[in-house]
C-alpha cells in the first residue's frame, strides 16, 4: 500500500468513526495530521488504535503510545456498563447476537475498520473473550506488569485489579503495540516448557509445536466453567511448576450468554472457561482465534517477564497455523478498505 492509499484509508476510518456513534465514545481529530506526519517520514503500515473508554489506562500510555512511529491514535472506544460481560447495546458485527464485553466497543471498531488495534482492559476476560467471539488476536499483560491501579470487585464478587492489554486485527498487529506499551521487543526465549493442555486443544495444536514442550499434562476443559473452579484450577497448575496453560474455548457467547448477572444455564453454555479466570491470579493471557467462528485458543502464563516472553512466542508460531477462515479475512478487509457503493454513490 502507497502513502496516498494509506492516507486515504486513514480518511475514511476518520469518516466512519465520526459516524459511528453506538461504539465510539471520541475520535481524535488530530488522527489525519498524524498520520501524514508519519508518512512524510517514510513510515508504512500506520496502525490506527483505539483507547477503551475506562480510568484504569493512564493518560501517560497513550502519549507513550503517540510517539511510537507508525501509530495513529483514532478513538476513544464505547465500553460494557460497569464492566458487564455483555454489551446489550452492540452487536458482534460477525455473529449478529449480543456483543462480548467488557472491551465491546473496541472489538466494533475494529471489525468495522476504524482501528487496528485497541488499548484495552481485563478484569475477567474482558479482552480474551470479545477478541474470541469475535476472530480477533487479545493480549493482556497482567503477568508482565501491565495494570491498573484500582482494586476491583466483579460482578461475581471477585477482587481484582485489571490487567492492561492489546486487542488487535491480527498476532503481527497486536504485539506490535503490546511491545510498544512495554518499551522493549518481547525477543525469544529458551526455557525448558511444562504445558498442560485441555484435551480439545491437545489434538488441535499442531505437531512441531507440541514438540517444543519438555512434559504434557491433559484436563478436561468442561470441569471448569465454574470461576471459582477455574481460579483454583490455575492456581494449582502454575505452583505445581506449569508455566504453560492452553484451552481450546468457545464458542463465546453464542450458545447461551457469559454474564454473572443473567447466570444459570445461560452462562454455562457461553464457552468461556479458563479466559475468564487468568487475569485473577495475575497471568499473562493471550487469545488466538481459530477457524470455528467464536473459538479459540487461550494461552496463559505464571507471571514474571520471562514468562510472558513464552506465551508470547508460542502464541505467534501458534498464530501462524490458525485463524479466522479466508471468507471471514475477505469480509472483513472490505469493511475496513472498501466503502460501501450505495445508491446514493452516483447521485
Not at 464478587?157 to 503481527?172: A, Q, T
Not at 472490505?334 to 457503493?341: G, L, P
Request: net charge neutral; aromatic share 6%.
Amino acid at each position: 500500500m502507497n502513502s496516498l492509499q494509506e492516507l486515504a484509508r486513514i480518511a475514511k476510518a476518520y469518516a466512519k468513526a465520526i459516524r459511528k456513534k453506538d461504539s465510539v465514545v471520541f475520535v481524535n481529530d488530530e488522527c489525519v495530521d498524524q498520520a501524514l506526519e508519519w508518512l512524510e517520514r517514510d513510515f508504512r503500515d500506520l496502525v490506527m488504535l483505539g483507547i477503551k473508554d475506562t480510568d484504569q489506562i493512564p493518560h501517560s500510555l497513550l502519549a507513550k503510545l503517540r510517539k511510537v512511529p507508525r501509530i495513529v491514535w483514532m478513538s476513544v472506544d464505547k465500553m460494557a456498563a460497569h464492566g458487564r460481560a455483555i454489551d446489550v447495546e452492540l452487536a458482534n458485527p460477525v455473529t449478529g447476537k449480543t456483543m462480548t464485553g467488557s472491551s465491546s466497543g473496541s472489538v466494533v471498531n475494529i471489525l468495522h475498520g476504524i482501528t487496528d488495534a485497541a488499548v484495552a482492559t481485563d478484569g475477567g476476560g474482558s479482552i480474551l473473550a470479545p477478541a474470541l467471539s469475535a476472530g480477533l488476536v487479545g493480549i493482556n499483560g497482567k503477568g508482565m506488569g501491565m495494570h491498573g491501579q484500582d482494586v476491583k470487585v466483579s460482578t461475581d464478587g471477585f477482587e481484582f485489579s485489571p490487567g492492561i492489554g492489546v486487542l488487535g486485527r491480527d498476532f503481527e498487529t497486536a504485539l506490535f503495540v503490546f511491545e510498544s506499551m512495554l518499551g522493549t521487543s518481547a525477543g525469544s526465549l529458551t526455557m525448558p516448557i511444562r504445558a498442560a493442555l485441555s484435551k480439545n486443544a491437545l489434538e488441535r495444536i499442531p505437531g512441531p509445536i507440541k514438540n517444543q514442550f519438555t512434559e504434557i499434562v491433559t484436563f478436561e476443559l468442561k470441569e471448569y466453567s465454574s470461576r471459582n473452579k477455574g481460579i483454583e484450577f490455575l492456581d494449582s497448575l502454575f505452583k505445581n511448576y506449569v508455566n504453560l496453560v492452553i484451552s481450546y474455548e468457545g464458542p463465546v457467547d453464542q450458545r447461551g450468554l457469559g454474564d454473572s448477572i443473567i447466570g444459570g444455564n445461560e452462562q454455562d453454555a457461553s464457552g468461556k472457561y479458563l479466559l475468564k479466570c487468568g487475569n485473577i491470579v495475575n497471568a499473562t493471557s493471550i487469545a488466538i482465534p481459530s477457524a470455528e467462528t467464536g473459538c479459540g485458543f487461550i494461552i496463559q502464563t505464571p507471571k514474571g517477564i520471562e514468562n510472558g516472553i513464552m506465551a508470547l512466542t508460542t502464541s505467534l508460531e501458534l498464530s501462524k497455523s490458525v485463524g479466522p477462515t479466508d471468507i471471514y479475512k475477505e469480509y472483513f478487509r472490505k469493511m475496513a478498505y472498501e466503502q460501501h457503493k450505495g445508491f446514493l454513490q452516483n447521485i
